[in-house]
């Protein structure tokens, strides 16, 4: 089976960097994505990691360690609307390989 | 391009009546997902398809039922509802051409679901 593991709730006030971090398990690895959901709205995609390393995209930055399972969201310059629930994904190992097993999520609460 | 809609946006149902959950979208995707989610549990799979008449479960796939007749359409049964199934249902599509379109799914806005 696969699992991922992130932590329920992270706080910060305006302007700070917070980090989430998400480590997985799975039966074969084929990427790590991250998704943003505001108050129960769409979930949409904010990145995907395929390889050991940082990617950004603005404020935000993915990283991933394939050794240790294990990656990351990095938000920095925090704004009011980054309060938000966050998810980490992998594919699943299904044979056509196109479904994506989420975490449980992390409530990120910015405070001014 | 309104991308994934999905239609009831909100209903309420009685312990063993049945409905449809339809959700479309425009985008040409090969790709489509029904999830349910529920608070503290993130986002689980009920079944997914791979392609028009194509169909698979996911990992909660018990008292659902999924069709796919045209790409564009995706629609999930509720047979007999049972209170275990109140939740918000979401709909989402994803296109095979690049790997990362494989992770990038496009959600719709989601059903709350109520049985009573």
């Known amino acids: 089976g696969q699992s991922l593991e992130q932590p329920s709730e992270v706080t910060a006030v305006e302007g700070a960097i917070v980090q989430i971090n998400c480590t997985y398990q799975?039966?074969?690895?084929?990427?790590l994505s991250w998704y943003q959901q505001h108050d129960g709205g769409a979930p949409t995609f904010l990145s995907y990691?395929?390889?050991?390393g940082l990617e950004e995209t603005g404020r935000f930055s993915s990283f991933l360690s394939r050794s240790d399972s294990y990656g990351y969201l990095l938000l920095q310059e925090l704004q009011m609307k980054d309060s938000a629930s966050y998810f980490c994904?992998?594919?699943?190992?299904?044979?056509?390989?196109?479904?994506?097993?989420f975490g449980k999520g992390t409530t990120l609460s910015v405070s001014s | 391009n309104a991308g994934v809609t999905q239609t009831p946006k909100f209903r309420v149902l009685k312990t063993g009546q049945s409905m449809t959950l339809l959700c479309a979208q425009d985008?040409?995707?090969?790709?489509m997902y029904w999830y349910r989610q529920d608070p503290g549990m993130g986002l689980r799979l009920i079944h997914y398809?791979?392609?028009?008449?194509?169909?698979a479960k996911g990992e909660v796939p018990d008292g659902y039922n999924v069709s796919r007749l045209k790409k564009q359409n995706f629609l999930l049964g509720l047979e007999s509802a049972a209170p275990s199934q109140t939740s918000v249902y979401f709909c989402?599509?994803?296109?095979?051409?690049?790997?990362?379109?494989?992770?990038?799914?496009?959600f719709g806005p989601g059903t709350r679901l109520t049985v009573l």
């Open positions: 989402a599509s994803s296109s095979p051409l690049r790997t990362v379109y494989l992770h990038e799914q496009f």
């Open positions: 799975t039966s074969g690895f084929y990427g």
């Open positions: 990691n395929a390889l050991d």
């Open positions: 994904a992998v594919r699943d190992s299904d044979p056509a390989g196109t479904a994506l097993i």
């Open positions: 985008m040409n995707h090969e790709y």
């Open positions: 398809s791979v392609g028009e008449g194509t169909t």
